[in-house]
């Protein structure tokens, strides 16, 4: 069975680089995602292919879902990670956007058949977009940090590199499979404050979205973007003060952020107890926390 379904072969894409970004472990606030989505509204990208969920999704941990299609008539919609072009005429290349939900399954074989994209299109560089939870403050510009085979353009990009051990997704997979096939890789992940993690943030994927920029030279409008970073500040400020609890340990996170002069860092309360109240709070304001405007993955 072909697991990539092409719709049609996007011809003529010039030096392009391969953006992927996956929902659900990699996404803290769903910033890698919504980062995603929004580069492929603000490119006008076009779909050309999908992976077939079959192989590589458990679909009691990924359902699919019923919809009511243009006749009216029932259906099913099954999970699949789509893949778009975006084709950047005033930049020095084009994109491809590869986005879904993190498979469950067959992760060499899934990686392998993105690698397998990658030089079908001739693909120079692969960027995966990632978001996780951090005990950072909502009111700082977001920390991006990265890792990737040219250590000297992150360097040049000002990015940290990132030391973390331990458990990984797929795009840590992702990141592993393209270095061992010598395809140029890069990773760019964006803290989440800990404390709001259940609402989406537009500021971490703005902060995404111009770190991408940095790294393969396309340059989008994001002033919609902007404004919902704005409005997420604001709406996400609003409440921590109607928290004292939440509003103090946010406190101490700033103090901590701005004394670079501190060689071993004090430690700080956990965030997990804070922060189910803080969603308790924000979901009787509402919802389940600040609205992300603007674009939304396309489907």
């Not at 003529?12 to 929902?23: D, K, N």
Request: aromatic share 6%.
């Amino acid at each position: 069975m072909q697991s990539l379904l092409w719709e049609q072969r996007p011809d003529g894409l010039r030096a392009p680089a391969l953006v992927c970004a996956f929902t659900g472990w990699n996404d803290a606030g769903d910033a890698a995602s919504s980062a995603l989505s929004f580069l492929g509204s603000a490119l006008g990208a076009t779909r050309f292919a999908q992976i077939d969920p079959e192989e590589f999704y458990d679909f009691q941990a990924t359902r699919p879902k019923v919809a009511h299609g243009e006749e009216g008539q029932r259906e099913i919609v099954w999970p699949s990670v789509e893949v778009f072009a975006a084709r950047v005429p005033r930049a020095p290349r084009d994109l491809v956007l590869l986005g879904g939900p993190e498979p469950s399954m067959r992760w060499r074989s899934f990686t392998q058949l993105i690698i397998d994209l990658a030089e079908a299109l001739s693909v120079q560089l692969v960027v995966s977009l990632g978001a996780l939870l951090a005990d950072v403050p909502h009111t700082l510009p977001v920390h991006v940090s990265g890792s990737g085979s040219d250590s000297k353009l992150f360097e040049r990009l000002g990015l940290q590199p990132t030391g973390y051990e331990g458990p990984t997704g797929i795009v840590g997979v992702l990141s592993a499979a393209c270095a061992a096939t010598g395809l140029p890789s890069a990773s760019l992940w964006a803290s989440v404050p800990h404390y709001v993690a259940a609402a989406p943030n537009p500021k971490a994927a703005l902060a995404l979205v111009r770190r991408l920029e940095g790294l393969v030279g396309v340059a989008v409008d994001a002033s919609e973007l902007e404004q919902a970073a704005a409005d997420y500040e604001r709406q996400v400020g609003l409440a921590v003060q109607s928290d004292p609890d939440v509003q103090a340990f946010v406190e101490r996170l700033e103090q901590l952020a701005e004394d670079e002069r501190t060689t071993e860092p004090e430690e700080i309360p956990s965030g997990d107890l804070l922060a189910s109240e803080f969603q308790r709070f924000l979901r009787q304001r509402g919802g389940e926390g600040p609205p992300m405007s603007g674009p939304r993955r396309q489907g």
